[in-house]
């Protein structure tokens, strides 16, 4: 029999099918579905089979990786922090990385991958910060997520003002790149960006799977938590390093791609999924849907030019965040 | 001979709880038992350490000195999953961020017993029926936790204690919002549940209600055990008086003959 749930499952895992499809066939270039197929098993002309397992794969997989991501890392802070408002870059992430990114570019480093990691560790460094200052002030009312949220909120500020510093003198070039950095973008997606994201997001993303029903109770309350067995700073510590790392990842691999983290969860909590283990499968399949819709319009609403990700994806997500909002109003 | 009958379920001995930069403290040398199968009561004016006490057996406020015990194993030498599967507690704070079924959220009182990769079983499947019908609302399953009544909600909310499995409940002012019928409802169905052989801890302002179902009631003030006895023992005017400073006078209930208090109109001294 198919239940009702079911449906919703099919029905996300066929448009992410369809999306996947036409984010490979669209694009500067159109390619027919069935050369599609055929380039895949390595038949017809080369240069289709070069735009589509060399460009336009890597793609659309890198884009669904950082849509689940941070569909995964939204649900769980959301729920573990109580608040429909919290979203994955706000423990200091985006800060952080992009502190690490414009380091980078400062120092005229032009290679990905270095930027990549510099913009990691930049992320990895924001949010442990974020979380020794949440610890350190909260030691009299211990557990408050308020605290965190404005730990991560002070640790952007501060980033941001490193970064306005850092640029303002800078040569164009390197405003330029880290401008372009900042907005985020699938574009330079290589099967090596590719590979190290989704061993990110496999493992970050099992991780809070397996602790998922940790943050079903966390996000009853601090004291109920607690009540259920719950060690309840050791758990929301986890999950909060677990959630920050992996948007650390998807922004190292593509830079900043806002709203996502924060919209998914909302849109699979709307389907009626509310324990966190499915809650969290469907922000993953959500996620990439989305991000891989984004990165399509991204590259052919204004051929040749390309809009930025993080720009599509907001433009995307506001109606209908305002939509949900005008729903549970 | 084994002392088993006489442990308490829950002891409080000499509990001492100090906040981080206070010059006094919270709790100050409190010690009580919650004996099983009797319903037993912590009273008292606003501040005097009652919701404290409750975050202590909680664990999510440590002691300065003293010590709690289930079944007479020091909760600080069990793990906090271990103190779920034998004591229930229902705090007085709870914010669930979105909603879910009743059904759902009553569920979750098998989290303690679950392993985390473990379904629920038949029998969790039936603690959770067990625990719905017993606090009356199985008949809205799969209402959401938002659409319900305050009397609603605190049934459940009971209803998810229950559903844990333990051999104490303790609630932290389950009777807050509560109208006059499902205020009594719910000292009904606390009785019954400690006659049935639970330890029932109840933290309330209720007096009157207290003096009515509890055994035992403990009063607390400024932190420290101010009187502590049947309600006979406890609610007496000059205890009362001096506890809450407010004038009373404490009659009988016509009807059962407990202790019943009667708050005074204070005499202005302007005119």
Redesign the interface.
């Given at each position: 029999m198919v239940t009702h749930r079911s449906w919703h499952w099919l029905v996300a895992l066929a448009v992410f099918a369809i999306v996947c499809v036409a984010g490979v066939a669209y694009g500067t270039i159109r390619i027919p579905v069935a050369d599609v197929i055929r380039a895949l098993t390595g038949e017809g002309d080369t240069s289709v089979i070069a735009i589509v397992r060399d460009l336009r794969l890597p793609r659309v997989a890198l884009a669904a990786l950082i849509g689940a991501g941070l569909g995964m890392s939204g649900g769980a802070l959301?729920?573990t922090l109580?608040?429909?408002l919290a979203e994955p870059y706000l423990l200091g992430v985006s800060g952080g990385a992009a502190v690490g990114a414009v380091a980078a570019f400062a120092a005229g480093i032009g290679d990905a991958g270095w930027i990549a990691l510099s913009a990691f560790v930049g992320a990895a460094i924001a949010v442990l910060l974020a979380l020794l200052v949440a610890r350190a002030a909260g030691?009299?009312g211990?557990?408050d997520p308020r605290t965190l949220l404005m730990a991560g909120v002070v640790i952007g500020a501060f980033a941001n003002a490193v970064i306005m510093v850092a640029l303002a003198n800078a040569p164009p070039n390197t405003v330029r790149g880290a401008l372009w950095w900042m907005m985020g973008s699938a574009g330079d997606a290589t099967w090596q960006t590719v590979t190290v994201l989704a061993v990110s997001i496999l493992v970050g993303g099992a991780a809070l799977i397996?602790?998922a029903?940790d943050i079903?109770?966390l996000?009853?309350?601090?004291?109920?938590a607690?009540?259920?067995?719950?060690?309840?700073d050791r758990a929301a510590r986890t999950i909060y390093l677990l959630s920050a790392l992996l948007a650390a990842a998807t922004v190292a691999a593509a830079g900043l791609v806002g709203f996502v983290g924060l919209i998914v969860p909302h849109i699979v909590?709307s389907a009626g999924l509310?324990?966190h283990r499915p809650l969290l499968l469907g922000t993953a399949v959500v996620g990439a849907t989305l991000v891989v819709a984004a990165d399509l319009a991204a590259r052919t609403l204004r051929p040749p030019a390309e809009l930025p990700l993080g720009a599509v994806t907001a433009i995307l997500g506001v109606p209908f965040f305002l939509a949900q909002l005008r729903k549970t109003a | 001979m084994s002392g088993a009958p006489t442990v308490p379920t829950i002891g409080f001995e000499d509990v001492v709880v100090r906040y981080a930069g206070a010059r006094v403290s919270a709790l100050d040398g409190v010690s009580f038992d919650v004996p099983r199968g009797a319903m037993t009561a912590v009273a008292g004016p606003n501040g005097s350490g009652k919701s404290t006490l409750v975050r202590a057996l909680l664990r999510r406020q440590p002691l300065l000195s003293g010590s709690i015990t289930i079944d007479g194993d020091n909760i600080a030498a069990i793990s906090q999953r271990e103190l779920a599967r034998r004591v229930a507690i229902a705090p007085q704070r709870e914010e669930a961020a979105f909603p879910m079924r009743v059904d759902e959220y009553v569920a979750l009182g098998r989290f303690p017993r679950l392993g985390l990769w473990e379904s629920p079983s038949a029998a969790d499947r039936e603690a959770v029926d067990r625990a719905l019908h017993r606090a009356g609302v199985s008949e809205f399953t799969e209402r959401r936790t938002d659409e319900l009544s305050g009397g609603e909600w605190q049934r459940v909310r009971i209803a998810r204690a229950l559903a844990q499995e333990g051999g104490a409940l303790v609630l932290d002012e389950p009777t807050t919002f509560l109208d006059m019928p499902h205020e009594m409802a719910l000292f009904e169905l606390l009785d019954s549940l400690a006659r049935d052989g639970l330890a029932v801890l109840i933290v309330s302002h209720q007096l009157n209600l207290l003096a009515r179902f509890a055994r035992t009631i403990v009063l607390l003030d400024r932190g420290k055990v101010a009187a502590a006895g049947t309600p006979a023992e406890v609610m007496r005017a000059p205890v009362l008086e001096s506890i809450y400073d407010w004038p009373l006078v404490v009659t009988r209930d016509p009807a059962a003959g407990a202790p019943a208090l009667l708050p005074l109109r204070r005499p202005t001294s302007l005119s």
């Open positions: 959301q729920g109580r608040n429909g030691r009299g211990r557990g397996y602790l029903r079903d109770v996000a009853l309350g601090e004291e109920p607690a009540a259920l067995g719950v060690d309840v909590r509310r324990r | -």
